[in-house]
C-alpha cells in the first residue's frame, strides 16, 4: 500500500561505489523488477530501502515520507531473503508469528493470519515443524509466509528463487505473481536472471555497476533497449552485435561489414542521417535472422554454419561470418548442417542502431 | 485476506524511560561499546593494569603487604649477577626448547596417526586428550609418585627385565630431574598438538592428495608438499601458544621438585614465585618474570602475523 | 589381505598402541595406587602394577583426616562462579565484536585474544598486590574476580567463531521484523549460539578447575582452598608424604573435569579447534 521513491540514491563502501545517483519511483501496488549483473549494486539498494544499509547520500521515501534514518522495523517492509533467514530454532508457526508476537497483536488475531497466510502457500500442515525438516521449496514458502502475515507497505525479495531447482523455480514465479495480484501490494524484486524479470514484473529495472540503465515494462525493454548493455542483457540468447560502416550510395543508405552489405530501410535510414559519424554498431536478435533460400543481393548474409542447438520447438544456430560469430534462430525443420554455408535474411525493420562513443541507442 | 488494514506500529505498553533506554541501544556505537564494557573493564582491571604494574614493581623494592621505593635496575643488577638466575635461564630454555620440540614432533606423529577412518574415533580422540583435561597439578602428584625413587614402577620394570642393576634417582640427581620433567610437560602437551593439528588435517580436502598420488607423489612427498604446506599456519600459531606456556610454565615445577635438586630445575615462573610469595621480595620476584615479557611479546607478534595472513 | 594386515599394524594400530599407552599409563598408576594399603604400596616384593588388597582406607582418611570435601565444595564454587561471570562477559563482548561491528572492534577483538597469551606467572605478583589493596586477600571472591582474565579471553574468541557461522540475514529478519537489537540478540543469537555458549562453558569450568597458582598465591586459609591447592599444601608435610590419600585425592578431584568432559567431548573437541582455527 505504498508508493516507493529513491532519490539521488548513493552508497559507498570505502573505495566501492556500490550505487550511484540512482533514482526511481515506484508506484503503489507495482511489482518492480531490479535485474542486473552480478556486482550491480542490486542488493545494496534493496537493502537501503529496508533500512539495512545507511546511505551515503540521497534519500528514499516510502508514502512521501523520508525514511533514511528510520530503523528497519519501523519501515513497515517484509523482506524475503535469498537463504531464507528462517529462524532454525522456532516453528515454521513461530517463524511467521515472530513479527506479530513483537508488534503486539493479540494471540487470537496471530493465529487467524499465520493460518490465512499458510493457507494462501499451501503449508498448512508443516506449521509444527523446524525449519530443518522442511524442502528446499517448502522453506521458500515459509520465507514468503513470514513476510506476509504482517500485511507490510512493501515486499522486498532478494533473488528469492535462486537456491531453487529449475522446475520448482517456475512454479514459484507464477506463485508469487498470482500472490501480488492478490496481494496488492508493492513489491521491489531483486534477480539477476533476466527470464525471471521479463515474466514476473510489470516493471523492470536494468543496472549495471550501480547505474540505472533503463526502466519500463518488459516488452519496452526488449523491443527498445536504451543502449547495447540493455540490449544485450534482455532476451536469451542475447542480442547479436556487429560493427559497421555506413554508406550513402545510389539507391539509399547502406551497411558495410566485412563480410556482407546490407540495405537499410528508408525510415530508419531517415533517423540515421543525423548521425555523424560514419562507423555504428548495430544489433540483431537471433529470431530476426531467418534462413533464406537463395543469396539476394544486399539482403542476405552468407554465413559458415559451426554448431547446432536443437531445443526442440527451435533451433539455434551457431554461425560464423568472416570471423564474427552469431547465433540465429531457425524452424525445427531446418536443412542446416555444420560446416555447410547458409543464407540469412536479417529482418532488417527490428534491427537496432548504437553509437559507437557512449553505446546509446541511435533512436 | 483484507490487505486494506494497516498494522499501526505500536510501541511498547511503557513509553518513556524504557524506550528510551532501549532506543539508546539501537546505536551501534552505544551498543557496542556497553556490550563489551563488562569484558574490557574486568581485563583492564586484572590484565592490563597488573601487566604495567609487574613492570613497575619490577624496578621497586616492594616486599610483600608494602609500599616500595624505586631503586630503578637494582633488582636487574643483582639478578644479572647471580650465577642462580643464569642457571634458571640456562634451563628455562632447555625446557621450552626440549619439551615444545618433542611435543610438536610426537603431537604430530599422532594427529597423522588418528587422521584416518576407524572404529571408535571418537573415543580414541576423547581418550587422547584427558592428559590435558585433567588439572596438571593432579596428574603433577602422580608423576611425582611414579618418579619415587624407591617405589616407582618404571624402575621396576626396567630391573625385572634387567636393563638396570640399581635404582635411578629421577628427581634427586639434577640432569634426571630436568629430563623427567621434561618428560610430564611433554606428555601433558601432546594432546594440544594432536587436536589442534588432527582438525586442521581434517580440513585438507582428500582430493589434493588423490590429485598429487595421480601426480606420482609418493607418501613423504604427499606430507612434504600438500600437507605441510597446508597446515603450515596452524602449526605456527599451535606451536607458538605452546611455546608461551611452556616457558612460563609453573605447576608442574613447583608441584614435582620445586625447583631442586639444588635449584637446578627452577624456571623464570617458579623462581619469581619462590622469591615473590614465600620469600616476601615482590619487586625481585616481578623483575624476574619481567624476562617472560620478551617471549610474550614475540608469541604475540607471531600470532598476529599468521592471523594476518589467514585473513 | 593379510599383507595389508601387517601393514596396517605397523603403521596404525602399533603407533596408536604405544601412544596411548604413554597418554594413559599415568592415569592407571593413578588409579592403582588409590587402592592401595600402605603396607601394600611399600611392599617392593609385590607386582606394583596391580592390586593385591584393594582398599578404601585412603578414601576415608581423605574425607576423614582432611578438608577435602571443603576443598571441593571451594573448587566447585569458585568454578562455577567465574564461568558464569566470564561466560556472560564474553557472550556480550563476543556479539559486540563479530556483529555490531562499531567503530574500534576490530582492535578490540585483537586485544582481548591476545590477553590469552599473557601467562599468570606474569601476573600474579601485581595481581597480588591489587588483592591486597582491594581488601579479598585469603578469599574465595579474589579467584572468581581473577579467573575470568584468561576465561574471557578465551571464551571470546570461541563464541565469535560461532556468531560469525550464523547467517546475518538472520538477524537482518529479525529486525525487519521489528525486534530491537537488545531482542535479536536476546532471541536469535543467543539461542543460535547455544551450542558453542556450551563449549565455551566447559572450557572455562575446566580451566578454573585447573587453576594452580593464583589460588596458591592468593588464598593461605586452609579452609579456603581449592583441591589442587589443598591436596599438595596440607597432604605433604617435610618428608612425609601420604601417596595413597594423595592419589585418591588427585582421582577425586579430576572425577569432576572428568565427568563434564566425558558428557560433552564432542563439544570440548569443536571448541578447541574452533578457537584456534579462528
Ligand atoms: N558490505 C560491503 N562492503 C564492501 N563492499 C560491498 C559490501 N556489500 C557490497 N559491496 C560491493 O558493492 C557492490 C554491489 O554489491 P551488491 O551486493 O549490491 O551486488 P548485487 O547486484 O546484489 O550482486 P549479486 O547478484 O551477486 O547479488 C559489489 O561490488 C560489492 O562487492
Ligand atoms: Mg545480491
Redesign the interface.
Known sequence: ?AKVVMEKLNKHFGEVKAVRDFDLEIPDKEFVVLVGPSGCGKTTTLRMV???EDITSGNIYIDDKVVNQL?????????V???Y?L???MTVYQNMA??LT???FPKAEIKQ?VK??AE?LNIGELLERKPKALSGGQRQRVAVG?AIV????VFLFDEPLSNLDAKLRVQMRVELKKLHD????TIIYVTHDQVEAMTMGDCIVVMKDGLKQQVGAPLELYFRPANKFVAGFIGSPAMNFMEGELLSEQGGLFLQTMGFKLKIPEDKAAKLKSYPEKRVIFGIRPEDLPEAPAAIPNETIEVVVEVLEPLGSEVYLDVKVGETSLIARAEPTTKAKPHFKLYLQPVLENMRFFSIRDEKALF | MRISENIAIQPGKRPGRRWRWSGLLEDRTVMGMAFVAPAVGLLLLFLAYPLILGIWLGFTDTVVGGTGEFIGLANYISLLNDALFWKVTYYTFLYTGAAVFFKLLLGFALAIVLNREFRAKGFVRAIVLLPWIIPTVLSAICFWWLYDTTFSGITWVLMKIGLIGHKIDYLGDPTNARIALIVANVWRGIPFFTIGLLAGLQTINPSLYEAASIDGAGGWHRFRHVTLPLISPLLAVVTTFSTIWTFADFQLIWVITRGGPANATHLYGTLSFQRAIPGGQFGEGAAISAFILPVLMISVWVCYKYMRREE | MSEKFVERMIKFYLPLFIFLFFLLFPFYWMFITAFKSDAELYNLKLNPFFIHEPTFKNILMLFKETLFNRWMFNTFFVAILATILSLSASLLAAYAIQRVRFRGSGPIGISIFFGYLVPPTILFIPLAAIIFQLKIWDSLWSLVLIYPTFLIPFCTWLLMGYFKSIPKEMEECAMIDGASRLRVFWQIVVPLALPGILSAGIFAFTLSWNEYLYALTFISTTTLKTAPVGLITELVRGDVYHWGPLMTGALLASVPVALVYSFFVEHYVAGMTGALKE
Not at chain 1, 150 to 153: F, N, T
Request: aromatic fraction near 8%; avoid cysteine; glycine fraction near 6%.
Open positions: 500500500m529496508a533500512g539495512l530503523p528497519p522495523k519501523d519501515r513497515d517492509i517484509a523482506m531473503f535469498q537463504n533467514a529462524y532454525p530454532h515472530f513479527g513483537l508488534r503486539k493470519r490465512e497466510a494462501i513470514r504482517r500485511k507490510p507497505k492478490r496481494l496488492q501490494t
